[in-house]
């Protein structure tokens, strides 16, 4: 397995593990259940975790796919884009791991943040997105934007064949 395969194995992890997270989270401050916000603390700090692993294993499928002749504005674009996700997976963490203090303290101040943890998880689930696709594009040629498929393109234009 070389780090391009591993890079693919990780990336999902903290894009998927967010989603979870949030859902958790929600219906963690729906219920008023602890339990459940601690939960979704824990899921976001692993979701740090392995984003913090995508992005180690990324300079190494960087190098296999350039071999492969993938454009480095392509890869650039997707190494910007997921470093920016990746600052709010930090902030995500750390205010997981404040969170999870503070419940266990039982602080009075622990709800502002579980709604401060909501308002980042949601931040970082938009990126996602970006990061994702932008990713994806990479080796998935059918996704890009313009692509030609049997002639015509996804704006539905048709393509000359002159």
């Known amino acids: 397995m070389n780090k391009a395969h591993l890079h693919m194995v990780f990336n999902h992890f903290p894009i998927i593990g967010l989603f979870f997270g949030i859902g958790i989270l929600l219906y963690g401050i729906v219920k008023k259940q602890t339990i459940l916000t601690n939960t979704a603390y824990v899921i976001f700090i692993i979701c740090m975790i392995m984003g913090k692993v995508t992005m180690m294993t990324g300079e190494g499928a960087e190098e296999i796919v350039e071999k492969l002749g993938i454009s480095h504005h392509m ?43 909501i308002v980042v998880a949601i931040g970082a689930a938009i990126l996602s997105k ?33």
């Open 75 to 117: 890869i650039h674009e997707h190494e910007e884009i997921a470093e920016t996700f990746m600052k709010v997976l930090y902030l995500l963490g750390l205010t997981s791991i404040v969170g999870l203090f503070a419940n266990a303290k039982k602080h009075a101040k622990a709800h502002f943040v579980t709604y401060f943890a």
């Open 130 to 162: 970006s990061v994702g696709t932008s990713g994806g594009e990479i080796r998935h040629t059918e996704i890009r934007e313009n692509v030609a498929n049997d002639g015509i393109n996804i704006n539905h234009e048709a393509i000359d064949e002159d």
